[in-house]
Nanobody, 123 residues
Framework: QVHLVQSGGGLVQTGGSLKLSCAAS????????MGWFRQAPGEEREFVAS????????HYADLVKGRFFVSRDNARNTMYLEMTSLKPEDTAVYYC????????????????WGQGTQVTVSS
C-alpha cells in the first residue's frame, strides 16, 4: 500500500514556471517507476514524464521534452516535476502515479495515484 500526496500547482502566465511535488508514504519506491500524467477538460489523461526510482532514468512526452524536468528525492520519498516555459495548452489537472513497470506511458499500468492538482496557464 502506498499513499501519494501532491502539492504545488496553481495559476501562472505563459512562459512562467511551476513545480509540483508528489510525496509517497508507505512502501518504499526502489522497485518502482513514478510517473506524471495530466488531463485537460474533455481530454483523455496523457503521459507527461516518468522516473525510475532505482536509477533515476527519466522519460518525457515529446510535448514537454526540454521544458519539464522530473526528479526525485530519495530521503524525502518525493518526486518533483519542474515545469518551465509553460504554455496555455499545458493547462490540466496533473497526477502522479506509481507503476511496477520500468517504463510505461499508458495509465492502465499505474496502480496508485495522487489526488491531482490543477495547473492553469493564462495567455
Amino acid at each position: 500500500q502506498v499513499h501519494l500526496v501532491q502539492s504545488g500547482g496553481g495559476l501562472v502566465q505563459t512562459g512562467g514556471s511551476l513545480k509540483l511535488s508528489c510525496a509517497a508514504s508507505g512502501r518504499a519506491l526502489n522497485s518502482y517507476t513514478m510517473g506524471w500524467f495530466r488531463q485537460a477538460p474533455g481530454e483523455e489523461r496523457e503521459f507527461v514524464a516518468s522516473i525510475v526510482w532505482a536509477d533515476g532514468n527519466s522519460h518525457y512526452a515529446d510535448l514537454v521534452k526540454g521544458r519539464f524536468f522530473v526528479s526525485r528525492d530519495n530521503a524525502r520519498n518525493t518526486m518533483y516535476l519542474e515545469m518551465t516555459s509553460l504554455k496555455p495548452e499545458d493547462t490540466a489537472v496533473y497526477y502522479c502515479a506509481r507503476t511496477s513497470h520500468y517504463f510505461a506511458v499508458h495509465d492502465k499500468w499505474y496502480d496508485y495515484w495522487g489526488q491531482g492538482t490543477q495547473v492553469t496557464v493564462s495567455s
